[in-house]
């Protein structure tokens, strides 16, 4: 385990959990914290036994957003690393899943929306409640219009209501709201079927989740068919269909070997 500026990295077995680990101040995003967070990322992304990672947080709140108590501090420099620790959860080549435990609002929607799942409980609340602070959600408006019904996103981001996990669920937020005690069985159940996939299979298909929406036709059916060419033709293709056929489970290899 390793903690650093609020983040805690652990990994047990193939799942590296990243907790957000200032509850004492909602586990607010100041310019520390965020770094630590984008480090650790790509400590998950080079660390080739990982398979998934899985983003919480500690205490009652998730996330509440920019610490706003760093003022110009945070106008200086805070955007762009938001951007960043944005554009890491993207790109990363193992899905992530956000365990979301508790309260989020401002930028912690934008965490909730750069994962590639999500599973909050049903005690949480949501909040756009940046203009309600005088600024405007920014930056995660990339992550979450990419994600979010157009009219519920309209709704939640301009009054900047504070809604239950349920009504995020139905704009497309997240994906599952449960009980609390619940919360655990349902990312691991997550956790298990990603298991269940090729690391360089996930990997690519995090790629074209991301990248086939803002192509053309033509654009979209050259790439994937050079890219379909590419995996059946791959290590981990051959062991996976030679699992399927002999109907045994697959010994996926590595990403970096396959």
Known sequence: MQERDGVRYERAGGVVTLTLAAPERRNRLDPSMMTALLGHLHAAAADETARVVVLTGEGSTF???ADLSSG???????PARLVEVLEALLDLPKPVIARVQGHVAGGGNGLVAACDLAVAADTARFAFSEVRVGVAPAVISVVCLARMNAADARELMLTGARVDAERVRAAGLVNHVVAPEQLDSAVDA???ALL???PQALAHT???LRRVPGMTRDEAFAWTADLS???F????AREGMAAFVAKRPPRWL???SG
């Open 72 to 78: 110009e501090d945070f106008a200086s420099s805070g």
């Open 233 to 236: 033709g791959s290590a981990e």
């Open 254 to 256: 590595p990403p970096a």
């Open 196 to 198: 269940l996939g090729g």
């Open 229 to 231: 060419a590419s995996v």
């Open 190 to 192: 997550y956790v298990e």
């Open 63 to 65: 996330c509440a957003g």
């Open 206 to 208: 995090k790629e074209l």
